[in-house]
Structures are given as structure tokens and as C-alpha cells.
Antibody, heavy 123, light 107 residues
């Protein structure tokens, strides 16, 4: 059974950097079979895709976040990381990591999700 | 970016009613199209992948259809446990984009 677990600080000060980790079990990031995505959801609002990574290529990001966001993978720990710089209150959200889509242009969803972690941007 | 427009934004129906949610993409997304159910405080749950493929364990009262830019999710007989917000997602293009959600309630 594939499981994902997000972790990181629940409170980040404005203008600082938000850093989260997603630990994956039940699948191997190093297999290169899937992309691994980050998604966020402000309270009471909809879902926003942030970006994705596959070890076979460089990460891809939502254009409006490009320049502030970095997604990386640590295959030795089977973990993903998300870094978001210069945060403001607008970045306050529940952040999810998810597996998917499958690599290689195959029509496929984000199939397994972590439980999410709330990050609040406030001084 | 591909815009995904869901309608309605919310609906209230009686138990046993047939309910349909639609999602329109601003450009064709082929079968890179999926539906999710999200209950309060929980992560989204994949219901239907690639337009019409029901995920394992999802009740057969859920079904998906559509092509190109127009898609729909139907609940054939609404049950109390179906109260949730439903989202569509396209993975055809970067950035992947979600619909704004449809909140389903029971009268």
C-alpha cells in the first residue's frame, strides 16, 4: 500500500521560506515510474497544483509560482521536498503531496495522497 | 493554463436522487481527466480516472463520461455518505488544473 506523509513547520513568518518534506512508503521514487506532485488548498477554497518531479527529468512548476518554488527528491530517503520562498499570508494553506501522474505521457491521475499538513504564514 | 469550470458550484438533492456535475475544459484534454471526492478535513480521494474508470472500492452509483472539453460525473442514487465536495482535474498540460469544486448536500 502506497502511503505519503507530509511534515514540516506549521508556522512560517512572512518573507521567510516554507519547507516541507513528503516521506513515501510502499513505492520507490527512484523507480522513475511516476511523477510526484505537490498541491495546496487554502482554508475553504479549492485545490491548486504547485508542481511535480520525476527523477528522469527536471521539476515542473505552476508558472505563477515559478521563481519561488523548488521541488526536489532524495532517493536515498525516498522523500520529496517542497521549498517556497518569500511567503505571504496568501501562501497559508494545507499542503498535500501526491503520487502521479505516471511517467511517459500516460493518461493517469494523482492516485495516492498524503493526509496534508497545514502551514500558516504569520508573524 | 487550461481552465476547468465546474457547474454547479453547489447543489442540494434528496437521498436517492440522480445528481450530475459537469466540468468544462478551456481546451481539449483527451482522456487526461479525473474526478475526486473530498470530505471535510480529509485529503481528496480519487473516484474516477481517465474520464470513466471507476477506482477500486468506489460504489457503482458513481460514473463518469465525456470527451474533449466536456465531462460529467453522475451519482445515480445520492446517499448520505456522498455529501462532499467534488473536483475535476486535468493532467494533459502543465500546469495541471482543478475545477473550483462542487459542494453536494442532502436536502
Amino acid at each position: 500500500q502506497v502511503q505519503l506523509q507530509e511534515s514540516g513547520p506549521g508556522l512560517v513568518e512572512p518573507s521567510q521560506t516554507l519547507s516541507l518534506t513528503c516521506t513515501v512508503s510502499g513505492d520507490s521514487i527512484s523507480s522513475g515510474r511516476h511523477y510526484w506532485s505537490w498541491i495546496r488548498q487554502p482554508a475553504g477554497k479549492g485545490l491548486e497544483w504547485i508542481g511535480r518531479i520525476c527523477i528522469r527529468e527536471t521539476a515542473q512548476y505552476k508558472p505563477s509560482l515559478k521563481g519561488r518554488v523548488t521541488i526536489s527528491a532524495d532517493t536515498s530517503k525516498n522523500q520529496l521536498s517542497l521549498s517556497l520562498t518569500s511567503v505571504t499570508a496568501a501562501d497559508t494553506a494545507v499542503y498535500y503531496c501526491a503520487r502521479g501522474p505516471r511517467y511517459g505521457g500516460v493518461p493517469s491521475p494523482l492516485d495516492y495522497w498524503g493526509q496534508g499538513t497545514l502551514v500558516t504564514v504569520s508573524s | 493554463d487550461i481552465q476547468m469550470t465546474q457547474s454547479p458550484s453547489s447543489l442540494s438533492a434528496s437521498e436517492g436522487d440522480r445528481v450530475t456535475i459537469t466540468c468544462r475544459a478551456s481546451q481539449p484534454v483527451s482522456n487526461f481527466f479525473h474526478w475526486y471526492q473530498q470530505k471535510p478535513g480529509k485529503a481528496p480521494k480519487l473516484l474516477i480516472s481517465t474520464v470513466s474508470n471507476l477506482e477500486s472500492g468506489v460504489p457503482s452509483r458513481f460514473s463518469g463520461s465525456g470527451s474533449g472539453t466536456d465531462f460529467s460525473l453522475t451519482i445515480s442514487s445520492l446517499q448520505p455518505e456522498d455529501v462532499a465536495t467534488y473536483y475535476c482535474l486535468q493532467t494533459n498540460n502543465i500546469p495541471h488544473t482543478f475545477g473550483q469544486g462542487t459542494k453536494v448536500e442532502i436536502k
